[in-house]
């Protein structure tokens, strides 16, 4: 097999290209200059000059669209809105991991480095157009996020989670290629379009191709924890550092998300005699939604309760992949599905930012207890969580509100009322949890001596302007409906 | 655009109250209240009373991929509900001049933005634009409740919201239902009530899985539990008896009225055939209300907890007209709506003004109140006679339209609700027996050297809310003229109601 490329191929994966180059630069300087730790300004700086770069060569290739390097990737405007929203958390979490107390210190240069190679990761993963390169994205983000949790000068659960997500991320890494291998076998092929025009006959024809689909789907639910492959999440977003688990959940799951999508975009679910998969994730979406905000409810660590309620988020995502899966000529689900990890990106990073900010020693794992009194200490980023909060509870206008209020309608458009209906117990569940931290900032009384703040300047500023884009793209979601809507049009159609 | 300027400008007022010195903060809030209930009457000059139009509309596309428009007007139905929603808001500022001590800055923000939304509510004319105000207004009552409320505020404001959330994301479903059935039926995406009013919602009797049943079940679910209806009432006396005087005042006037505008605006028009279906199980649901309230009320040991239950019963009054479809029971509804406001706001007031110096409200350590406070005495009494339905006051008006409709609708239910009258005079009556004459009380008797009769800024407060009970009871015309066209034009169109947007 030859492998040639030509400039439009490199234009395309310039964002990626930028990406590299700044993560090996702090490295470098800290292997030239005897293995000494610059200042952490020198690599964060680097670090935000690439995300800006990355962002505007992004923007320079709006417009393009096709397979590039001999049809191993695609990139459309999806692709573009996916890449936007990882280089988001990616600016985000450098920013926090930089003020964080669990991460500033000894390793930030390597931090560095991880961070930007984990987002070039999820860019291939969301990117890929064939199956060995959706595994490559995959691994390339599992493993620098593996050693970035480990990386965490906090002592006690950060190790423990690290080696946790390995073991069980790559026991799923393992289902998935093991999947792969069977479409590989029942197809012959592992790229996304060949597959497209053989992929109804087969899901009807051949049960090794749908034990492949049924694996490698596995594989891609347990990556943004989907009932019964959630439960690792709970235990690595509460060790792994604030800052990483912000730059996790949000961005893996938005790859992973954007990754289904052009996978559902192949019609395997409508084929017919097939395996039942609408009904198998229907049910997976209920019980999903169930578990997280159940799950929520008994928290004390705000942490592990994020963990759990982005287990329900996942749930809702998914009932807007169902509804997209199923076909038709409704592009409501689709829309849902994109509009919901944008709105999910942008709560998910302030709702940790916010924890982040907190966070006085590597140590310290933010309890209702800490948030007590915070609106009288802290006015503005006690106001600031209350709006994600009541963002992600689905309170309009909000944008978690139009995210679920697409998602239902989609499902609805699909006569999947029971579906809705069920989204909508599981929402009025989560307001009680969502709203036990407002309670605590607004109503109760701090029952800790007066505490010294660590002044965290630039996350404070981040967190501050996501929480107004949480209102203000919450009432302007026109213009994020028309662009996402184009979107999806160009894959389902 | 004067609707858009009334709906939004609270938050610039909740801007300005943000920015003042700490000492301003009250006249500030108070003088801008003022302000803005003056521009509210400004309706007066631009509404014509003679039609049954939408007017001062305002529409504007806001998300068209969904239909939904910002879409706001006032007709005959909202009319009223509006300026009752301005003219509170000055007399709960006045009200907590001195029994809300802490964080005051915050709670006229507070306040200020609960304003916008209780407008907005009224006033939207889009069903997402108005699920979207419904819900706005949990967030600062919720406040309200939980930072100023009494020993229980977490559970009640936690059972506040939670309760109305349930409700209210169901009808969310069943308002994304219709906005598809709109593009069926015609041709476009549409979230506009007024398009909603176009639709023939299918309907099969005594089936309850059939679209228009559910649908219309998933509406008053959520307008019922904000009514409060019987069975769904519980949260109401926890909310009540926990929020502050000027918390239960906003929730008692304005945020109980949302749920029986909802009945008005949304259920009986958009579902007749499934509201004149099951009509009977509202009407028995609204009498059991008015009798279970009255006897529950009746036996309390707390007054705030009495009147708290007596708007229950109220309510049910309310529900009782709107379900009986005729002329009388519409229009004793809708003025039973504005009177329950005026009189239950009042004594929400009342209760908290003498809750403020005893720092109790049990009805056992009073008695003897109107010798050492005959002015409160008075006003109390007057307002209790407006809650009774006593002739020459507003209550009366309003209660005799509602039984007059209630029996044409229905007699037996009808004759219930005649004994629910009875039990209302029975338990007030007996409540102010028991705090205003016989032997003085523990309390009385400790503070009565303190003055427990009521000062300048309380009789200021008072005097607007009684020269209202005998406006509305003497000359209700004045009042019902701007609401005639259109409780006219709804109640001859009930099955199929339409409403047109113009001058």
């Not at chain 1, 989609?410 to 117990?425: E, F, M, P």
């Not at chain 2, 406040?143 to 969310?172: C, D, N, P, Q």
Request: a neutral charge; proline letters at 4%.
């Amino acid at each position: 097999m030859q492998i040639s490329f030509g400039w439009v191929d490199l234009l395309v994966a310039s964002p990626a290209i930028a990406l590299f180059v700044g993560s090996l630069v702090p490295v470098l300087i800290k292997a030239l200059s005897g293995n000494k730790e610059p200042n952490a300004f020198v690599p964060y700086g680097i670090a935000m000059v690439s995300c800006f770069s990355a962002l505007a060569l992004l923007f320079g290739n709006w417009g393009i669209q096709g397979e590039f390097f001999s049809k191993a990737i695609v990139f459309d405007s999806l692709s573009m809105i996916v890449s936007m929203l990882i280089l988001l958390a990616t600016l985000v979490g450098l920013t926090l991991l930089k003020e964080n107390p669990s991460t500033q210190k000894l390793q930030f240069s390597e931090i560095v480095f991880l961070t930007l190679n984990a987002a070039i990761g999820m860019m291939v993963f969301a990117w890929s157009n064939d199956l060995i390169v959706t595994f490559i994205g995959i691994e390339l983000m599992s493993l620098c996020l593996y050693v970035l949790i480990a990386l965490s000068e906090e002592e006690r659960l950060s190790k423990e989670s690290a080696f946790k997500y390995f073991v069980l991320g790559s026991f799923a890494s393992a289902v998935l290629l093991y999947g792969i291998s069977f479409i590989f076998g029942a197809g012959g092929t592992t790229s996304l379009p060949e597959l497209k025009q053989m992929a109804v006959n087969l899901a009807s024809t051949n049960r090794l191709f749908l034990i492949g689909v049924i694996l490698f789907m596995s594989g891609l639910l347990f990556k943004f924890s989907i009932f019964p492959f959630h439960s690792w999440t709970p235990d690595v977003y509460q060790g792994s550092p604030t800052p990483v688990t912000a730059f996790m959940a949000s961005g893996v799951k938005v790859a992973t998300v954007f990754f289904v999508l052009r996978w559902m975009s192949l019609d395997i679910f409508t084929a017919p005699r097939s395996f039942p998969f609408v009904d198998v994730l229907q049910w997976l979406a209920v019980i999903t939604i169930l578990v997280g905000n159940v799950g929520a409810l008994r928290q004390k660590s705000i942490k592990r309760m994020l963990a759990y309620s982005g287990v329900g988020h996942s749930g809702y995502v998914l009932i807007g992949l169902i509804a997209a899966g199923i076909g038709g000529q409704n592009l409501v689900g689709a829309t849902g599905v994109v509009y919901y990890l944008f709105a999910y990106t942008i709560m998910t990073l302030a709702s940790f930012g916010v924890l982040s900010l907190l966070e006085r020693n590597a140590n310290q794992e933010i309890v209702l207890e800490d948030l007590k009194g915070l609106a009288r200490s802290r006015p503005v980023l006690a106001a600031s969580l209350s709006v994600v909060l009541l963002s992600l509870a689905g309170i309009p206008p909000t944008v978690g509100f139009f995210g679920k209020f697409l998602v239902l309608a989609a499902a609805i458009k699909q006569d999947l009322n029971w579906l809705a209906l069920w989204g909508v117990l599981g929402s009025v569940i989560s307001v009680y949890y969502y709203l036990r931290p407002i309670v605590a900032m607004y109503m109760e009384e701090s029952v800790l001596e007066e505490r010294t703040w660590i002044p965290k300047p630039v996350s404070q500023f981040a967190v501050t302007l996501l929480a107004l884009m949480v209102v203000g793209f919450g009432i302007s979601s026109e213009s994020f409906f028309n662009q996402f809507f184009k979107s999806v049009l160009e894959i389902f159609s | 655009m004067f609707l858009s300027i009334l709906v939004f400008s609270p938050l610039v007022l909740a801007l300005i109250v943000g920015l003042v010195p700490k000492s301003w903060i009250r006249p500030t809030a108070l003088i801008l209240s003022i302000l803005h209930f003056g521009f509210s009457l400004l309706l007066f000059q631009h509404f014509d009373p003679a039609t049954a139009n939408l007017q001062l509309v305002e529409q504007s596309p806001w998300i068209p991929t969904l239909g939904i428009q910002y879409f706001l007007g006032v007709d005959g139905i909202s009319f009223w509900l509006v300026i009752l929603s301005t003219f509170l808001v000055p007399f709960t500022i006045l009200a907590s001049w001195t029994s809300i001590t802490e964080r005051i800055r915050f709670f006229h923000i507070n306040l200020f933005f609960l304003s916008t939304a209780m407008l907005g509510t009224f006033l939207a004319m889009d069903a997402i634009l108005f699920y979207v105000f419904f819900e706005a207004s949990l967030i600062p009552m919720y406040f309200m409740i939980g930072i100023w409320g009494g020993a229980r505020k977490l559970y009640a404001t936690l059972k506040f919201f939670i309760y109305t959330m349930f409700g209210s994301l169901l009808m969310l479903l069943a308002i994304i239902g219709l906005i598809f059935m709109a593009q069926e039926q015609l041709g476009n995406l549409s979230a506009s009530v007024l398009d909603f009013y176009k639709l023939s919602v299918p309907f099969v009797a005594g089936q309850f899985l059939s679209t228009q049943t559910l649908m219309f079940f998933a509406f008053c679910l959520a307008f019922a539990i904000k009514v409060p209806m019987f069975p769904v009432h519980t949260w109401l006396p926890d909310a009540h008896v926990e929020a502050p005087t000027p918390g239960s005042v906003i929730l008692a006037a304005v945020m109980l009225k949302m749920g029986t505008y909802g009945f008005l605006r949304f259920v009986l028009p958009i579902f007749p055939e499934a509201a004149q279906y099951y009509a009977w199980l509202f009407l028995l649901l609204a009498v059991v209300g008015i009798v279970y309230g009255a006897l529950v009320a009746m036996v309390q040991t707390d007054v705030k907890k009495l009147v708290a239950y007596s708007s229950v019963s109220h309510m049910g009054y309310v529900m009782l007209g709107l379900f009986a479809f005729n002329i009388y029971g519409t229009t004793g509804g809708l003025y039973q709506m504005l009177n329950h406001g005026i009189s239950t706001g009042a004594l929400f007031i009342l209760v908290g003004m003498i809750y403020e110096r005893t720092h109790s409200r049990e009805i056992k350590s009073y008695g003897g109140l109107a010798k050492v406070a005959p002015w409160y005495t008075i006003a109390f009494l007057i307002v209790t006679f407006s809650s009774i339905a006593v002739p020459l006051t507003n209550g009366f008006i309003g209660e005799f339209l509602i039984l007059l409709g209630g029996f044409q609708a229905h007699k037996i239910l009808g004759g219930v609700a005649v004994l629910g009258v009875v039990l209302g005079a029975a338990y007030m009556l007996w409540m102010v027996k028991r705090v205003f004459f016989g032997t003085e009380g523990a309390l009385v008797a400790k503070y009565k050297d303190q003055g427990l009769d009521i000062n300048f800024r309380e009789v200021v407060i008072l005097v607007p809310f009684i020269l209202l009970i005998f406006w509305m009871g003497l000359f209700p015309n004045h009042f019902l003229s701007y609401s005639k066209a259109s409780l006219d034009h709804f109640v001859n169109n009930m099955s199929n109601y339409e409403l047109k947007v113009g001058p």
